[in-house]
Every structure is written in structure tokens, then in C-alpha cells.
């Protein structure tokens, strides 16, 4: 069964970075598009970004362009979401999933991500 566990969550001050992991096992990592998305405190369920399945393209929401960056290991088995120059705004619940913007098919549980100073 698809399993997705995400990590590297924590607190960071306004401008700092946090380098998110997650691991994948029960499926065919290297042949699957992957994405992450995130929810804040009273707000909706949001997709931040996507990767091909040989890391060949990648997508994000406008809100992180240039600030966020997604990687994957394939040997791995891991998706990576780095976070710099982060704001309190990107305060949320991270989570990692599988399948692309359109199409994810399953989500792991989240990694908590705290912006404050």
C-alpha cells in the first residue's frame, strides 16, 4: 500500500529555510509524478507544487515561486520540498502526496511548518 511520510518540519524565523523530505514506499516512486501541498490554520486545502516523475519539469504555485524549490531522489524514494526565505504566510501543515497537480491519488500525513520570529 502507498505509503508517504513526510519530515523536516519546525519552526523558523521570517527569511529562514527548512528543507522538507518525504519518503515513499508501496508503488513505483520513479515512474510517478509527485506533488506537495499545504494547509494553514482556517484555511483550505492548498496545492503548492509538482515534479515529474524523472524530475524533468517542475511546478508552483505563485506564492513560492522562487523561494521554494522540489527535488526527488529516485534512488531514494524521496520527495524534497527547500524553503527559503520564508514568510509567516507559508505558516501550514505540509503535506506530500502522489500524482501530479491534477491527479493526486493519495496523501501522506503532514509535516507542521511554524514561521514566527
Known amino acids: 500500500q502507498v505509503q508517504l511520510v513526510a519530515s523536516g518540519g519546525g519552526l523558523a524565523q521570517p527569511g529562514g529555510s527548512l528543507r522538507l523530505s518525504c519518503a515513499a514506499s508501496?508503488?513505483?516512486?520513479?515512474?510517478?509524478?509527485m506533488s506537495w501541498a499545504r494547509q494553514a490554520p482556517g484555511k483550505g486545502f492548498e496545492w503548492v507544487s509538482g515534479?515529474?516523475?524523472?524530475?524533468?519539469?517542475?511546478v508552483y504555485v505563485d506564492s513560492v515561486k522562487g523561494r521554494f524549490t522540489i527535488s526527488r531522489d529516485n534512488a531514494k524514494n524521496t520527495l524534497y520540498l527547500q524553503m527559503n526565505s520564508l514568510k509567516p504566510e507559508d505558516t501550514a501543515l505540509y503535506y506530500c502526496?502522489?500524482?501530479?497537480?491534477?491527479?493526486?491519488?493519495?496523501w501522506g500525513q503532514g509535516t507542521q511548518v511554524t514561521v514566527s520570529s
Open positions: 508501496g508503488f513505483s516512486f520513479s515512474s510517478s509524478a
Open positions: 502526496g502522489k500524482g501530479g497537480r491534477w491527479s493526486v491519488t493519495a
Open positions: 515534479i515529474l516523475s524523472d524530475g524533468s519539469d517542475t
